[in-house]
């Protein structure tokens, strides 16, 4: 685990899981694993297309890794993690509306926002447990 930024050979190493998790589920008969394949593929695109690992930008990125996109990250900032605390939900949503248009699809940044009691309270109910 490095609690840091990576560069180099642990940049690249991250950066496969996303080929790895597709090539792992594409040849799946379940629709829901082909699905699944798409979001892993997809995920860490970004709407500007600067993202990985093809550069998709825009609605070129399929509409679960957008949405998935923007629940990991939402999901990484209000969590407590071994590198940081948790971000208050308003801060978080500050950040992803800044990153709107940029990483993330803005209209789907709007709807987080809107929805942003029924979102806590889901997190609330699936809060993580801690590892025994």
């Not at 699944?36 to 593929?41: C, H, Q």
């Not at 996109?69 to 940081?84: E, F, G, M, Q, W």
């Not at 939900?89 to 209209?107: C, N, S, T």
């Not at 309270?121 to 447990?129: M, T």
């Amino acid at each position: 685990q490095n609690p840091g930024r990576l560069d180099g050979e642990d940049l690249r190493v991250m950066q496969s899981h996303a080929r790895i998790g597709y090539d792992m589920l594409k040849d799946s008969s379940s629709g829901y694993l082909q699905m699944a394949a798409v979001i892993a593929l997809g995920h860490h695109e970004k709407y500007d297309g600067s993202g990985y690992p093809t550069g998709l930008k825009g609605d070129h990125i399929p509409l679960e890794a957008r949405i998935v996109a923007i629940a990991d990250v939402y999901d990484a900032l209000t969590s407590v993690r071994p590198y940081k605390p948790a971000w208050p939900v308003e801060d978080a949503l500050i950040y992803m509306e800044k990153q709107a248009g940029k990483h993330f699809d803005p209209r789907l940044v709007e709807f987080l926002a809107r929805n942003r009691e029924e979102v806590t309270s889901i997190g609330e109910r699936f809060a993580d447990q801690p590892v025994q």
